[in-house]
């Protein structure tokens, strides 16, 4: 890794292309257990069903929004979730992990206590130059990482 001095990112403004880009805004997720999901992400991180549907195809969806941040869950029990480790072994590529943004430590903190959220990387905080991460893993085995910028605002 080189050293960099840490510079503040613009505030968003419109692309060269005129889109006005400002974040990402949403992911779609295949999970083994709609339920289970909808229940995890609303206790660990305050996600709430915005809208549920059955697909096409028979499949169970729902919509989860916190702030935000938005996942598109879809229901597939009968699919093998491929860890980052398996894939790696067989040489395919995938999702390493995704990550949410928090403001306040202490709050996350609190709930990866009272939720008993096992912490991956060896259960300790990451410390960056300009932000702290935690990494866990969902129930399907989705991993997430956990970003709290420094002052809240991103910098590199």
Same mark, same amino acid.
């Given at each position: 890794?080189?050293?960099?001095?840490?510079?503040?990112?613009?505030?968003?403004?419109?692309?060269? @292309?005129?889109?006005?880009?400002?974040?990402?805004?949403?992911?779609? @997720?295949?999970?083994? *257990? @709609?339920?289970?999901? +909808?229940?995890?992400?609303?206790? !660990?991180?305050?996600?709430? !069903?915005?809208?549920?549907? +059955?697909?096409?195809?028979?499949?169970?969806?729902?919509?989860?929004?916190?702030?935000?941040?938005?996942?598109?869950?879809?229901?597939?029990?009968?699919?093998?979730?491929?860890?980052?480790?398996?894939?790696?072994?067989?040489?395919? =590529?995938?999702? *390493? =992990?995704?990550? @949410?943004?928090?403001?306040?430590?202490?709050?996350?903190?609190?709930?990866?206590?009272?939720?008993? !959220?096992?912490?991956?990387?060896?259960?300790?905080?990451?410390?960056?130059? *300009?932000?702290?991460?935690?990494?866990?893993?969902?129930?399907?085995?989705?991993?997430?990482?956990?970003?709290?910028?420094?002052?809240?605002?991103?910098?590199?």
């Amino acid at each position: 890794m080189t050293q960099s001095t840490a510079t503040q990112c613009p505030a968003p403004a419109a692309s060269d @292309l005129g889109l006005g880009l400002r974040h990402l805004d949403h992911m779609n @997720l295949s999970v083994s *257990n @709609l339920a289970e999901t +909808i229940d995890w992400y609303a206790r !660990v991180f305050g996600f709430e !069903v915005v809208e549920r549907a +059955i697909c096409d195809d028979g499949t169970p969806m729902a919509i989860l929004r916190s702030g935000e941040a938005m996942l598109c869950c879809y229901e597939h029990s009968d699919w093998k979730f491929v860890s980052n480790v398996e894939r790696r072994e067989r040489g395919i =590529h995938g999702i *390493n =992990h995704f990550a @949410l943004r928090i403001t306040d430590r202490a709050a996350f903190l609190a709930t990866v206590e009272r939720e008993q !959220v096992a912490l991956t990387w060896g259960g300790a905080a990451i410390e960056y130059p *300009n932000s702290t991460s935690w990494y866990v893993v969902d129930p399907t085995g989705y991993g997430i990482e956990i970003a709290l910028w420094n002052d809240d605002r991103v910098a590199f």
